[in-house]
């Protein structure tokens, strides 16, 4: 079963920028769609970007923009580069292998002056 494990979360300045990893285990990563999604407090979690195992992406509008999402196959790596950072993007951000069970364990980005 794989595994998926984020990091890069922190906590930034409005304005700023972040970048997320999510590293995953096996061997059958190119083949699947990942997404990564997030959940702020007292909100239900979101659906946030998608990658497809051809490249191909979309975004929630709230992001768009201002979220960059891609993989690096080789390396079984996800990523989220963030830029413009707001406070509303304050949440724990998790990625998903898109129509299975697996998720990661989640890292926090905070968004504060």
């Known amino acids: 079963q794989v595994q998926l494990v984020e990091s890069g979360g922190g906590l930034v300045q409005p304005g700023g920028s972040l970048r997320l990893s999510c590293a995953a285990s096996?061997?059958?990563?190119?083949?699947?769609?990942m997404a990564w999604y997030r959940k702020a407090p007292g909100k239900q979690r979101e659906w946030v970007a998608f990658?497809?195992?051809?490249?191909?992406?979309n975004y929630a509008d709230s992001v768009r923009g201002r979220f960059t999402i891609s993989r690096d196959n080789a390396e079984n790596t996800m990523f989220l580069q963030m830029n413009n950072l707001k406070p509303e993007d304050t949440a724990l951000y998790y990625c998903?292998?898109?129509?299975?069970?697996?998720w990661g364990q989640g890292t926090q980005v905070t968004v504060s002056s």
């Open positions: 998903h292998v898109l129509g299975t069970a697996t």
């Open positions: 096996g061997s059958m990563f190119q083949t699947y769609t």
């Open positions: 990658i497809q195992s051809d490249g191909r992406t």
